[in-house]
């Protein structure tokens, strides 16, 4: 039919993937159970266009090692679009574009897909799901106590137990106060600085030392160009970003005593520490950090980030994160207008989750087809068992009993539904149980009785009419 | 801050829209019913990415008048790469590229947006999410009718009335069998012949026989080139696609006595038949209706539409669609893999769908802030009311208590609890009734008598203690 020497090749572009059943399935469980929780707290929902002007995205990523500065970019009627790259962009234009019809401050959130045109690694892809809150209009540090506590509540509702995560909040306010202390504000070097601090859980207190100053050499010999602070400049960084200590309490007064207790981040940490107590979140759930600057370079303010623990308190890495950004709109308007947000990773959250539980599904009940002429009887069985609220499917292929039996097992079905000749002269349908009749093909590890009444129970015919309530039977076994 | 003469737009590309509240809540919704109801039916889901080898997806879009055949596209890494437009191109080359591991029938659900490059118009987007049922590797009607029963099943699932829609079912077999006939086979001709009939619901007979013959010129005098078949082969073709009668029994006699009883159409639709009675699919649910064709190219044998219908029977439109398309995977392995599938019309179901309901969502609870120094006391009422499982938000503005009731107001919020000095000193909260407010500023339309007593009920002080208790209290009322 198709000229073979013409095929085209069933592939997918690197750093994208196929998400299937219960991959899928538990990526849509965290966006409900997460948003569930966003609406409870008076977040209302808002989809933005996967699609947008460049412009008004912007250009905020850290890491640009790919051409088109991380974006997916292409020309659309002589304008250039791009793909969004995270939903708080977005967000920023759909307040400046009907900011007199909102309501201030302006909750809302979101989830979607993002894109990232970058190298794509082991465990990093190029799409991801995101699902964000935000709150637009507050310069509050209650808008920002008010994301973690809520943080706190979304990780709960998917299922992270409350000691097998911690929130940490740092500010980059206090950054800014050391930067001038150490004469060392000017915006690139700043940002470079961040950069640095970012990589901190990776490359340890000696590796961004190194980047603090001259730079510093990998294993690979590539260089990294440092920030090129003094000596003591690089101290006085290293210095703040060790300062966190037990409590939000203790952290606030070593801050205080390196930055001053007028310091305005350290004022805005204040106000976080009141509202997250009065909300209940304790520093079991909540602590400050300074280790803690995030990538993306819009944050004015709080930052912060949710981080996976072990049983013994380590981290295992990031699953979301945000902070206040309050020039955002301001590319739009031309005035501030305070923003603060919390971005959930929904694909790494998934996965996390995933490596806990390793339960396999059942699949649905299959019905087999012995004669193909009678497919309708089939079709009315699987009718009757959805009517019940069983998941069921008639065997839609051409093929043989034998290889019906193999892509039930294919398909992880609990039960096959049998309907040969003699069984429909008799009126019944043989039930066969295909998950005890794997244990019993194993042996069962059982006594030698166990095992042959389990053989009996392998296989047994019910009335036709029956049907519906035998199956339910077999499943709550 | 920032400089006003170099401010960016705010503003979206044409054919694109930002969903709100309740229009986005209506669509995730529909995903999630639509998409119980496939998992029932044993369906698996599937998400591939947004983005594939443009070559992968191939080109089957109709009415290409915009450039880039309709596909947003792009290169990356010196290749072609496309936003996809349909979940079912990606779908072949998902089962392409996974043939061997996977069951075979293959049963996949999916659900996401799409991209269309074209020129868009009134309620025609170039973003809009899909709910795809799949079925590969099977070549019996059944696969078909059970796409057209599950359609039903998830129409109803999403709170569409028995009465209030339709499926129709026609098979391109047939028309093939017609173009036969008249000798008109050739395959520019039949996708001329098929983009006429696609138009029959708008420029009825007339207009589909002058297509069908040298062409037709618009109101605007625009002139469509047409399919150029005689004056006879139009007619034969009209007198086919209106063989629709009453019952599938009766369309199915009308079209044996056209094309034999032996064509494969008619075989096709005849198991189709079958099978959609055993799943006790009637004629009020789904009917043939010859005059449909589907707009997409890759179709093969049997296609479907489900149309809304207005209280009289008549057609409010498509909200779904879909066909068997045998052809689509052999792109990639060089042999037919017969497939059969249907597409659910999110964003297009969510308009019919509100379009019925008038109901407006409450907002959350909301507690106002009389003094921000005591923030933390209104965030604690917000934490007892969301674990009482109310919805409620605190104002993380500055303003004062007018302009906090009015945020209330525009956030549709059903109460505001207001805590001042007095009110904290005598240990009490007010809860005001906004819902009830506005009626009672309306004048109720009622009695004098009831008009008191409302007004006593908009605002009354209870205990600090039995806020969430009374707050539930007021919003059971």
Redesign the interface.
């Known amino acids: 039919?198709?000229?073979?020497s013409n095929?085209?090749?069933?592939?997918?572009?690197?750093g994208?993937?196929?998400?299937?059943?219960e991959q899928?399935?538990a990526?849509?469980r965290i966006v409900?159970a997460v948003g569930a929780v966003y609406?409870?707290?008076?977040f209302?929902?808002?989809?933005?266009?996967?699609?947008?002007?460049t412009?008004?995205l912007?250009k905020f990523l850290p890491d640009l090692d790919r051409p088109?500065d991380g974006v997916?970019?292409?020309q659309?009627d002589e304008?250039w679009?791009s793909?969004r790259y995270d939903l708080t962009a977005p967000l920023a234009?759909?307040v400046?574009?009907?900011f007199d019809a909102l309501?201030?401050?302006y909750?809302r959130w979101a989830a979607g897909?993002v894109?990232r045109?970058e190298k794509p690694g082991p465990g990093r892809y190029?799409?991801f799901w995101q699902c964000d809150a935000d709150?637009v209009?507050?310069?509050?540090p209650?808008?920002d106590?008010?994301m973690i506590?809520m943080a706190c509540?979304a990780l709960e509702a998917v299922g992270i137990a409350r000691d097998s995560y911690q929130l940490k909040a740092s500010s980059r306010r206090l950054l800014d106060a050391v930067l001038d202390k150490i004469g060392a504000s000017e915006s690139a070097t700043r940002l470079s600085v961040l950069r640095s601090i970012d990589k901190f859980d990776r490359l340890g207190a000696e590796g961004v030392r190194l980047l603090l100053g001259a730079g510093r050499k990998d294993e690979s010999g590539d260089f990294t160009k440092g920030a090129c602070l003094s000596e003591a400049g690089a101290s006085e960084v290293l210095a703040f970003i060790s300062a966190k200590s037990e409590t939000r309490v203790q952290t606030l007064t070593r801050l205080s005593q390196q930055l001053g207790a007028d310091s305005a981040g350290v004022a805005e940490l204040q106000g976080i520490d009141?509202?997250l107590?009065?909300?209940?979140i304790g520093d079991d759930r909540a602590v400050f950090d300074t280790s803690i600057v995030r990538g993306l370079e819009y944050y004015t303010g709080a930052v912060f980030e949710a981080q996976l623990l072990t049983k013994s308190g380590g981290s295992l890495g990031s699953v979301g994160g945000g902070g206040r950004y309050d020039?955002l709109v301001?590319?739009?308007?031309?005035?501030?207008v305070p923003a603060t947000g919390f971005s959930i990773g929904v694909s790494r959250l998934a996965a996390a989750l995933q490596a806990q539980s390793d339960a396999e599904e059942d699949?649905?009940v299959?019905v087999l087809v012995m004669d193909?002429a009678r497919?309708?009887?089939?079709?009315?069985m699987?009718?009757e068992l959805?009517g019940g609220?069983?998941?069921?499917?008639?065997?839609?292929?051409?093929s043989g009993m034998k290889a019906q039996l193999k892509?039930a097992d294919?398909?992880t079905a609990p039960i096959a539904v049998i309907q040969g000749g003699d069984e429909l002269a008799k009126g019944v349908v043989t039930l066969k149980d295909l998950k005890l009749g794997t244990r019993v093909a194993k042996g069962l590890g059982e006594d030698r009785e166990a095992y042959a009444k389990a053989r009996e129970q392998v296989q047994r015919e019910v009335a036709r009419g029956e049907l519906v309530a035998e199956v339910r039977k077999m499943l709550g076994r």
Chains 1, 2 share one sequence.
């Open positions: 039919m198709t000229d073979k095929l085209t090749t069933p592939e997918k572009p690197r994208f993937i196929d998400r299937t059943g899928a399935a990526e849509r409900e609406e409870r707290w008076g209302d929902r808002l989809e933005t266009p996967a699609i947008e002007f412009e008004a912007g088109n997916f970019s292409f659309d304008r679009l793909l234009r759909y400046a574009e009907n309501p201030k401050p909750r897909p894109w045109n190029r799409e709150t209009g507050s310069a509050s209650a808008a106590a008010e506590a509540a009141t509202a107590t009065a909300l209940g020039g301001a590319r739009f308007r031309g005035e501030p699949g649905p299959v193909q497919i309708g009887d089939a079709m009315a699987v009718a959805r609220g069983v998941r069921a499917e008639v065997y839609l292929g051409a892509y294919k398909r």
